[in-house]
């Protein structure tokens, strides 16, 4: 079956570097995304990466994919306050157009 | 494109009472997502329309629950009656599954509270 799973809090300080990670079980899936949920509001896609890919670099962030592991993780450099927020990632397998979600990781940036 | 709309934003209800929230996808998307969002279960994935019609509904958590799509721009979650453990974000999505990148593009949100 489906699982994603995330670490549920991480906290850094400002200007550090942040690494949020999941993993998934998924190995048929095609594409995989993280979004952001800023308190009060939606999920913002923020990057993704297709399977056959193992890195993509977007201005501060960097997404790894090991698809072996099964693992994919999400750096953000120089991390801001306007970084703290719940990140998600989210895998999809082209089966229904149905994404499955990560349990989310609350980042807190602290200065 | 104003993006997906919902509303309301904030609904509080008393225990019993219907409740219908509401939904405008982005024009020219063709599948619609209706998302639950807690604090103990996190994003659940309730139902999905392709072109208005009812995809997968499995999510829905039990017969209180219905969602309808009469037309390209327009869907409804209802509950009725509701209970105290409906409490909750509802969030509304929409894509076109032709984009290389099939994402979902997410409503801001109702934040549903049952008395």
């Known amino acids: 079956g489906e699982d994603v799973e995330q670490s549920l809090f991480l906290s850094v300080r400002e200007g550090d570097s942040s690494v949020i990670n999941c993993t998934y079980t998924?190995?048929?899936?095609?594409?995989l995304y993280w979004y952001k949920q800023e308190p009060g509001a939606g999920l913002q896609l923020l990057t993704y990466?297709?399977?056959?890919?193992d890195m993509k670099q977007d201005q501060r962030l960097t997404v790894l994919l090991n698809k072996k592991d099964k693992h994919l993780s999400l750096r953000i450099a120089d991390t801001q306050t306007g970084d703290s927020a719940i990140y998600f990632c989210?895998?999809?397998?082209?089966?229904?157009?149905?994404?499955?979600f990560g349990t989310g990781t609350q980042l807190k940036v602290e200065l | 494109d104003a993006g997906v709309i919902q509303s309301p934003r904030h609904e509080v209800t008393e225990m019993g009472q219907e409740v219908t929230l509401r939904c405008k996808p982005i024009?020219?998307?063709?599948?619609l997502f209706w998302y639950r969002q807690t604090m103990m279960r996190g994003l659940e994935l309730l139902i999905y329309?392709?072109?208005?019609?009812?995809?997968?509904d499995s999510g829905m958590p039990e017969d209180r629950f219905s969602a309808k799509m009469p037309n390209a721009s327009f869907s409804t979650l209802k509950i009725q009656p509701s209970e105290p453990r409906d409490s909750a974000v509802y969030f509304c999505?929409?894509?076109?599954?032709?984009?290389?990148?099939?994402?979902?593009?997410f409503g801001p949100g109702t934040r549903l509270t049952v008395l």
């Open positions: 989210a895998e999809f397998t082209g089966g229904g157009n149905k994404l499955t």
């Open positions: 998924d190995s048929s899936s095609t594409y």
């Open positions: 990466i297709f399977s056959n890919m």
């Open positions: 024009s020219g998307h063709d599948y």
């Open positions: 329309f392709n072109n208005n019609v009812p995809i997968d």
């Open positions: 999505a929409s894509n076109f599954v032709r984009e290389p990148t099939d994402t979902q593009y």
